[in-house]
């Protein structure tokens, strides 16, 4: 085997003010990296590399790799764009804040917050037991603050997994990645390939995208919420279409959450878009409702004992 | 792991695209499949299309970051698109049965598994030669076995579209296995559905695709079966891949920083013929629309922090 070639920007790379220090994610669309500002903060950067379409030629310039996908590249730093007014106008405690924005390399650059903390995905991977109930009530509806804010200016993010919910060291979430939201904004026949999350993605973002709306996030929240149920991604939706082989939440989590916060879950995962929740605001207000109060003697004794 | 990939499809004279590509990668292993479906417009779609998902969306599961049985792999979830699609024939009662074909492979610690029902096939190709490619399940292959027909004829025959083998028809698919296969740095993998090879000969096949890296020559062989295309012809996708570090040093791909257990895909979704406005449009994006859209970006985030 030879060394392997990266085509990320290496360690220690000079990019304006900033210093890369190493690759936090690359593949599809972008690569991530953590780089440290002169004031020596660290941030993180996204850099508009597109795989399918782009590489980095042998200076650190990045260029479409063939005439043919020289189009196809200039309408995904479009989309980039669109990302980067979304997040930019955005100032919330749960959104990524975006700080800088820049044209270097011959494609551009988003510098956002640097977050210490963990994914939601690597929590529930540390964890042997479904996340408690509570966790995913508080974590959730916080993060639906954000989410609100976003669906307010008429973007939808439509990349929403626990890989993209960041929880930081304070336990309060952050939504990340919004490298999906073009995807309502741009062109609906665009040629990009898309890229989406089979078993987070709702069924209406495989077949008719003339359906999406708030509703299709919220599918994806329903089956992140699923995920720390059942600590695996659920089945893709498209194929829950044609044979739904999805065991119900309130069949699988019995005895694990309330009746109530199941139902929820699965009111979030309605195949049909319009028996889901139809705003953030309807599911966040269920999920801050109180679960009706269990009155076996058993259970109350229970939860006297704190069991 | 290092590959440079490239898939493609064009619609050609038909009223639908029922051909799916898509490729799958963890850090050490790679799914690519192609499907070709048939059986009514609606129905060779949904074939082709659960045909490469159920692959794909199995491998995003399992390849963390390998394989532990490659073959069995492939036998097992291309078995599976078959039964789920005749359940789906049952539930609907559907008379048109989709179906389809299907040609996959893994290529994992330098080793090529392959495994194919129908007549999409893979070639491999090493110094600018087909050193192997998969056997057709067709009609015409097994007349050209028993020594009924020759190559000559077979390339003209008029039964020389059917099948007796897929994934979704009334007979149970045999699903072909090939024998693993070792992979070098530089040698090309195509897999491609019968409309690309039936319009440019193997041969031909070979010559482009070692003059440049996939990226360059399967838009090129796509281009000339397009142009060999009458009104009969077929749907044309290829999908390929030069495996290690390329002839011009260029590269798309590199997963050496790929964490354990993530998994990138790329569905390639047809795009109807002569619906291109899109892309013309993006291309007048221009240095100044660019400086203006930075501009425009800085200044949100100026106004939000104030």
């Known amino acids: 085997m030879q060394e392997p070639e990266s085509h990320a920007l290496p360690e220690g790379y000079r990019l304006q003010e900033y210093r890369i220090e190493k690759v936090l994610s690359g593949g599809g669309f972008s690569y991530v990296y953590l780089a440290r500002n002169q004031r020596g903060e660290r941030v993180a950067i996204k850099e508009y590399l597109p795989i399918a379409l782009a590489w980095r030629n042998d200076g650190d310039r990045v260029e479409a790799n063939s005439p043919e996908n020289l189009a196809n590249f200039r309408l995904g730093l479009k989309c980039f764009f669109e990302e980067g007014r979304a997040l930019a106008s955005i100032n919330h405690t749960n959104i990524v804040r975006v700080v800088n924005f820049f044209r270097a390399n011959d494609t551009v650059y988003m510098v956002m917050q640097y977050e210490r903390g963990k994914s939601l995905q690597e929590y529930i991977q540390s964890h042997t037991h479904p996340a408690k109930e509570e966790f995913v009530r508080r974590l959730f509806s916080e993060m639906l603050n954000g989410l609100r804010e976003v669906h307010a200016r008429k973007l939808l993010h439509l990349d929403i997994k626990p890989a993209n ?30 890229s989406f999350t089979p078993g987070f993605a709702s069924p209406e973002q495989y077949a008719n995208r003339k359906l999406l709306g708030p509703w299709s996030d919220i599918y994806s929240v329903g089956a992140s919420m699923y995920a720390c149920l059942v600590r695996a991604s659920p089945p893709a939706a498209d194929l829950r279409q044609h044979h739904d082989t999805l065991p ?29 929740p139809q705003s953030v605001f309807a599911l966040q207000k269920a999920l801050l409702e109180t679960p009706p109060k269990d009155k076996s003697l058993l259970a109350s004794i229970k939860r006297k004992l704190r069991l | 792991m290092k590959f440079t990939i490239h898939q493609g499809s064009r619609q050609g004279p038909r009223k639908y695209n029922q051909d799916r590509v898509a490729y799958s990668y963890s850090r050490d292993s790679m799914l690519t499949v192609l499907a070709d479906g048939m059986g009514g417009h609606s129905g060779g779609e949904f074939a082709a299309q659960l045909a490469v998902k159920t692959l794909t969306d199995a491998f995003q599961r399992m390849a963390l970051p390998i394989l532990a049985n490659p073959s069995k792999f492939l036998a097992d979830y291309i078995m599976q698109v078959h039964d789920v699609i005749e359940n789906h024939v049952a539930a609907k009662g559907l008379i048109d049965h989709p179906r389809t074909t299907i040609v996959a492979a893994i290529a994992q610690n330098d080793e090529l598994y392959v495994a194919h029902v129908g007549d999409s096939r893979l070639y491999h190709l090493r110094n600018g030669k087909v050193i192997s490619r998969t056997e057709d399940h067709s009609k015409v292959q097994l007349m050209f076995r028993r020594g009924l027909i020759n190559l000559g004829q077979m390339a003209i025959h008029p039964e020389r579209n059917k099948i007796y083998n897929c994934l979704g028809g009334d007979v149970k698919p045999k699903v072909e296995l090939s024998e693993k296969r070792g992979l070098r740095d530089g040698d090309t993998i195509l897999l491609c559905s019968d409309g690309l090879w039936s319009l440019v000969g193997d041969e031909k096949m070979a010559e482009i695709l070692s003059s440049d890296t996939v990226n360059i020559a399967i838009p090129e062989l796509l281009d000339l079966a397009e142009s060999r295309a009458d009104s009969k012809s077929d749907n044309m996708s290829a ?24 998994v990138t895909t790329i569905l390639m979704n047809p795009q109807p013929a002569g619906d291109e406005s899109a892309v013309p449009e993006a291309a007048t994006l221009t240095d100044e629309d660019i400086e203006h859209a930075i501009a425009e970006i800085q200044a949100a985030i100026n106004n939000v922090r104030k």
């Open chain 2, 239 to 262: 999908i390929g891949f030069n495996w290690g570090g390329t002839v011009s040093g260029k590269l798309s791909v590199s997963t050496a920083i790929m964490p354990l257990d993530s």
């Open chain 1, 248 to 276: 119900p939440a309130t069949q699988i989590g019995k005895g694990i959450y309330s009746d109530h916060l199941l139902q929820i879950i699965d009111w979030c995962m309605k195949l049909d878009p319009l028996q889901r």
């Open chain 1, 165 to 194: 919910i960041y929880i930081r060291l304070d336990g309060s979430p952050v939504l990340l990645d919004f490298g999906s939201a073009r995807q309502t904004l741009a062109n609906e026949r665009a040629n990009l390939p898309l």
